[in-house]
T-cell receptor, first 112, second 108 residues
Framework: SQTIHQWPATLVQPVGSPLSLECTVE??????LYWYRQAAGRGLQLLFY??????ISSEVPQNLSASRPQDRQFILSSKKLLLSDSGFYLC???????????FGDGTRLSIL | GQQVMQIPQYQHVQEGEDFTTYCNSS?????IQWYKQRPGGHPVFLIQ?????EVKKQKRLTFQFGEAKKNSSLHITATQTTDVGTYFC????????FGAGTTVTVRA
């Protein structure tokens, strides 16, 4: 069966520090991969999605970036975090555009 | 651009009662998905509707896709404490857009 792993579960970072969140999927090949951000009590904002290795689409301008160095690995990064980057970051995968998305447990990021 | 709106934002329900949450899109959708997020958890896929007028049931949950494929509803009968959480719809035209969710609390 397919599983998705996302870490860390919780992260506290100072303003201006770098960020690296990692997501890996097991049990499937060439999945679509997604990064979402959820502000407290709010909906899901799509940040990036990828349909293959090295292929990244950005949905909103921001100081975050994403990379897909391997088929089942998706990384969310920032060189310098802002206070507004706080939130709940969720990675998800699907077998295709029209298929259900399966989410990881998420990372709660607090910027101080 | 596409907008997916959900109402109500909050739903406080007495245990045992029924309620409905609604999802409306500004554009015609190819399909709509529903997810549930328990407090402190991550969204979990519930169901996908594709056909105009489609109705699907999962135990006490009934999902409906509108005839014009621009709206959807989730009806829960005999609400239980296990129904607590936020229910998101996600509608697809050229991309998948999530609504802001309906957060459900239950009074025992």
């Amino acid at each position: 069966s397919q599983t998705i792993h996302q870490w860390p579960a919780t992260l506290v970072q100072p303003v201006g520090s770098p960020l690296s969140l990692e997501c890996t999927v097991e049990g499937t090949s060439n999945p679509n991969l997604y990064w979402y951000r959820q502000a407290a009590g709010r909906g899901l904002q799509l940040l990036f999605y990828s349909v293959g290795i090295g292929q990244i689409s950005s949905e909103v301008p921001q100081n975050l970036s994403a990379s897909r160095p391997q088929d089942r690995q998706f990384i969310l990064s920032s060189k310098k975090l802002l206070l507004s980057d706080s939130g709940f970051y969720l990675c998800a995968w699907s077998v295709g555009d029209d298929q259900p998305q399966h989410f990881g447990d998420g990372t709660r990021l607090s910027i101080l | 651009g596409q907008q997916v709106m959900q109402i109500p934002q909050y739903q406080h329900v007495q245990e045992g009662e029924d309620f409905t949450t609604y999802c409306n899109s500004s554009t015609t959708l190819s399909n709509i998905q529903w997810y549930k997020q328990r407090p402190g958890g991550h969204p979990v896929f519930l169901i996908q509707l594709v056909k105009s007028g489609e109705v699907k049931k999962q135990k006490r949950l009934t999902f409906q896709f509108g005839e014009a494929k621009k709206n959807s509803s989730l009806h829960i009968t005999a609400t239980q404490t296990t129904d607590v959480g936020t229910y998101f719809c996600a509608g697809r035209d050229y991309k998948l857009s999530f609504g802001a969710g309906t957060t459900v609390t239950v009074r025992a």
